[in-house]
């Protein structure tokens, strides 16, 4: 008896070219790496600009009176650079806009994911997100031309332009990502922690906010993070609905301007390049770049930190 | 021979008449009678897809939270239909307690897992005394007592699962079902929750669905074999063979099914 293995094939009938595999396989690496290397080399590039541009920007005005400066004035003739006129307004907003996002978020992902059925929930989710389709543009035409004057009749003192319609159209905007986010959080809770919790008597809502929202605190909170990084970077609704009147302070129903409405200014094209007007787009690039990367990183961290292993 | 016990209806904590489950347009099990009695364990083995997990999940209406699903039949607890309009079945869940087959503690800490159940139900009475005392009711204090505010997920598996009876009990239900309850579990674990079982059916009636036949002819007062068979349309339609004694069951069923179970030739 021999121990050969019957085949219903002669054996010369198979033969694979490993070398051309081999050499397809080599390619296919270089390509791919390539076209990942892209967009490391941008980001790095981008940072570069940013690290040397704002460098000869501190060359000329000191890094103290960046911070200290109470007007923001860098293209008249008596300059001064107060970073935090800017970053007042970009805080204001953003802080509005998540006080809208988050309520408006949180409750439609609780209400997608625990509470609609599979047919509404599957109708809903996508009008949510075409909501994030929506051209920032049209928000900022929408903040500026009707919900400014629909909230002027109950507050006569609001300004054409002002920090609250901006702030409440841009949490508008930012509420599909909170939502689809949140739900996704929400949704990969282990059905059997619900499970659990319903065996012990608790009710659906005792469920959701005792069991399921702390189970998904991580990634509710990193939405939330990520919401408000975009809300800080956003551009078009500020400028078009918020103003481009640098004002120190948190008043919101008068005209600001914010660290990205300050770069449409600049860069829109007056500004002769190399003067100190044009060095402080990286100034300012560069604070937005650090609040956001901070932003991000502690979202990180705090993903990791707080986010429960199910096996 | 076989011993018949006359029992009167008082002595059932649980009777199940003609049950049928569907999933959809699947029927996962059909008439099943089952009597379950007091402060007895009752096990419900079977080859996989025979329904008895499903039968089990009838018990505290868990199946209400599965969309689509149908029970049929009538199901009584302490004699009253726990599908008529009076029962609540958050209410029901209450006095009927789960533990499931995968530890499910709740990411909080240790004590709160156990305090949820409680507060939820509005317990007035002292927390930390029912804490200490369904830990202890469940074994699993000594392990405990010193980190009552770490994570419940910060247990071993054993551990875990019973925290999970302890929760469950510190609700003070009357009957407990348990869903395979150690099939995650090491055997040295599992043998610590069967005798945990043990002394539970002093106060609870215990309804435990298990894979382990060993398991359910060590633990169990009453057996119900459920067994499976093809449908025409392709899926497992799930049956209760037969339900006696454990030792009838395991040493002279009436069913020729059952005795090619319970000696390990087919399932």
Redesign the interface.
């Known amino acids: 008896m021999t121990a050969e293995i019957s085949r219903d094939t002669a054996p010369d009938l198979w033969k694979p070219n490993r070398d051309r595999s081999r050499l397809i396989e080599g390619i296919v690496k270089v390509i791919c790496g390539a076209f990942a290397a892209v967009s490391i080399i941008t980001t790095l590039g981008i940072v570069a600009t940013l690290f040397f541009e704002t460098l000869s920007f501190f060359g000329e005005v000191p890094f103290w009176q960046f911070l200290t400066d109470p007007k923001w004035t860098p293209l008249f003739a008596s300059k001064q650079f107060g970073i935090f006129v800017l970053v007042s307004a970009t805080v204001m907003i953003s802080f509005i806009s998540i006080a809208v996002a988050m309520p408006l978020g949180l409750l439609s992902a609780v209400c997608l994911s625990e509470y609609a ?2 047919r509404v929930r599957k109708f809903l989710k996508p009008v949510l997100e075409i909501l994030a389709g929506v051209p920032t543009v049209v928000y900022g035409y929408f903040a500026l031309l009707t919900v400014t004057p629909f909230l002027q009749i109950f507050l006569p003192g609001l300004k054409g332009f002002n920090s609250l319609s901006a702030g409440i159209v841009l949490g508008v905007m930012i509420t599909p990502m909170v939502a689809s986010l949140s739900e996704d959080a929400i949704y990969a809770v ?1 059905q ?12 659906k809502r ?1 469920t959701v906010t ?2 399921v929202l ?2 998904a605190l991580s990634g509710i909170v990193s939405s939330l993070i990520l919401a408000v990084s975009r809300a800080i970077g956003e551009t078009m609704i500020v400028t078009l609905a918020a103003g481009a009147n640098p004002t120190l302070g948190l008043n919101p129903f008068v005209p600001v301007m914010t660290m990205t409405a300050s770069i449409v200014q600049v860069s829109k094209g007056d500004v002769p390049h190399g003067t100190i007007g044009y060095q402080t787009l990286f100034a300012v690039g560069t604070t937005l770049f650090v609040m956001t990367l901070a932003l991000n990183i502690f979202s990180f961290w705090f993903v990791r930190r707080f986010r ?2 199910y096996d | 021979m076989q011993d018949t016990i006359v029992m009167t209806s008082t002595d059932f904590a649980i009777q199940a008449e003609k049950v049928s489950v569907s999933y959809g347009s699947t029927l996962a099990v059909k008439d099943v009678f089952l009597d379950i009695p007091k402060n007895n364990i009752v096990a419900l083995i079977g080859p996989s897809g025979c329904g008895k997990s499903t039968v089990l999940r009838c018990f ?1 209406r ?1 199946n209400d ?1 599965i ?1 689509g699903a149908r029970v049929e039949g009538r199901i009584t607890f302490n004699g009253q239909d726990i599908h008529s309009k009076q029962v609540d079945p ?2 029901l ?2 006095q009927v ?2 533990v ?1 087959q ?1 530890p ?5 800490s240790i004590y709160e897992n156990i305090a ?2 409680a507060r ?2 509005g317990y007035q009475g002292n927390m930390d005394e029912l804490v200490e005392r369904s830990l202890r009711g469940a074994a699993i204090w000594d392990e405990v007592k010193d980190k009552l505010k770490e994570s419940g ?1 910060s247990l071993s598996g054993g551990q875990q699962q019973r925290l ?1 009876i302890a ?2 009990i510190a ?1 003070e239900p009357e009957v407990i079902l348990m869903d395979e309850p150690c099939s995650a579990l090491d055997p040295i674990s599992t043998l610590r929750v069967e005798e945990l079982m043990q002394e539970l059916k002093q106060k609870y009636t215990i309804i435990i669905v298990t894979h382990n036949m060993q398991q359910a002819s060590r633990t169990s007062d009453y057996t119900a074999f459920f067994n499976a068979r093809a449908t025409e349309q392709g899926g497992k339609m799930g049956y209760l063979v037969e339900y006696n004694r454990t030792e009838i069951i395991f040493q002279q069923p009436s069913q020729q099914d059952t005795q090619e179970y319970v000696s390990g030739r087919f399932g």
């Open positions: 059925t599979p282990p059997r922690l619900r499970d659990g919790a319903y065996a012990l008597g608790a009710t005792e005792n069991v702390p189970a429960e292993k | 505290n868990m939270l969309p958050v209410q869940r209450r307690g789960m499931f995968r499910n503690p709740f990411p909080k949820f159940g939820i139900n997920l999970c929760r469950a609700i």
